[in-house]
């Protein structure tokens, strides 16, 4: 069974200090594996796709990178607009199949 | 481009009511998903649909619950009986193709009292 498993649950950080929210998967055979943003009392909005290991994704301030095990979104110089729960999904199998969503992770950048 | 519609955005039912969600995907999207999430379990998949056709409803809880989609723009989620336990948002989402991401509607609350 496709696990998707995200860490922390919740991470607190002052304006400009930089972290990383981690994704550890199990699946076989990766298709991709997705970030995406979720505000509150919003849908989930779609940041990245990675394929395949040592792959690199940036945008803004967010980058995300990808191993064989996990995957990690860094935040650098993080602003409190970057505040929100972001969501690890992969994909696996062959044709058209769904995403497993990881619990996410709820950043909360202070001022 | 207008997004995944959903309504209503809030829901607000007795035990035992009957609740019909509605989703318009996006236009040229070939897949359509339902996904229910709640603080404990996330985001979980209900059913989804490849060219109005359901692929795995084993997502599914209970036969109380049912999906459709009659046409390339249009599903249903239904829920008959409705419980307590219910009580959680739903979210459609849509892709193009298996390899292009999902779009997410904003979701309908169900609250079931």
């Known amino acids: 069974e496709d696990q998707v498993t995200q860490s922390p649950e919740a991470l607190r950080l002052q304006e400009g200090e930089g972290s990383s929210l981690n994704c550890s998967y199990t699946?076989?055979?990766?298709?991709?594996l997705f970030w995406y943003r979720q505000d509150p009392g919003k849908g989930p909005e779609f940041l990245f796709t990675l394929y395949s290991a040592g792959e690199e994704k940036e945008k803004e301030r967010l980058k995300a990178t990808l191993t064989k095990k996990e995957s990690f979104l860094h935040i650098t110089a993080p602003k409190p607009e970057d505040s929100a729960t972001y969501l690890c999904a992969v994909q696996a199998g062959i044709g058209n199949t769904p995403l497993v969503f990881g619990k996410g992770t709820r950043l909360s950048v202070i001022a | 481009d207008a997004g995944v519609i959903q309504s209503p955005r809030h829901e607000v039912t007795e035990m035992g009511q009957e609740v019909t969600l509605r989703c318009k995907p996006i236009?040229?999207?070939?897949?359509l998903f339902w996904y229910r999430q709640t603080m404990m379990r996330g985001l979980e998949l209900l059913i989804y649909f490849n060219n109005n056709v359901p692929i795995d409803d084993s997502g599914m809880p209970e036969d109380r619950f049912s999906a459709k989609m009659p046409n390339a723009s249009f599903s249903t989620l239904k829920i008959q009986p409705s419980e307590p336990r219910d009580s959680a948002v739903y979210f459609c989402?849509?892709?193009?193709?298996?390899?292009?991401?999902?779009?997410f509607g904003n979701g309908t609350r169900l609250t079931v009292t």
């Open positions: 699946v076989s055979g990766l298709r991709g």
């Open positions: 989402a849509s892709r193009r193709t298996g390899e292009s991401p999902l779009h």
């Open positions: 236009s040229g999207h070939n897949s």
